[in-house]
């Protein structure tokens, strides 16, 4: 297991910040990749972000109705080892 950030994805070259509309996953939850984990609103569009890994979701740090730049740590997940 490898402890990995989730992070607020760019949509789009002009995107600098997204709303956190709600999350999808609670900690303890197990995802797989490409799984939903949040929703987030850009200004053009609201979107789902997709888990990058296989894992376990072990902290939750963004919260919902607030806004976070591109880049910025939401949460952090335990990702499994690809064999």
């Given at each position: 297991m490898a402890k990995v950030e989730i992070n607020m994805p760019r949509f789009?070259?002009?995107?600098k910040e997204g709303k956190i509309l709600n999350w999808m996953v609670s900690v303890g939850?197990?995802?797989?990749?490409?799984?939903?984990l949040l929703e987030v609103k850009a200004?053009?569009?609201?979107?789902?972000?997709?888990?990058l890994y296989t894992g376990t979701v072990i902290e939750i740090i963004a919260k919902e109705g607030e806004?976070?730049?591109?880049g910025a740590v939401l949460g952090y997940m335990d990702a499994e080892d690809e064999d």
């Amino acid at each position: 297991m490898a402890k990995v950030e989730i992070n607020m994805p760019r949509f789009g070259a002009q995107m600098k910040e997204g709303k956190i509309l709600n999350w999808m996953v609670s900690v303890g939850d197990h995802v797989e990749e490409d799984d939903g984990l949040l929703e987030v609103k850009a200004e053009k569009m609201d979107a789902e972000v997709e888990s990058l890994y296989t894992g376990t979701v072990i902290e939750i740090i963004a919260k919902e109705g607030e806004v976070y730049p591109v880049g910025a740590v939401l949460g952090y997940m335990d990702a499994e080892d690809e064999d």
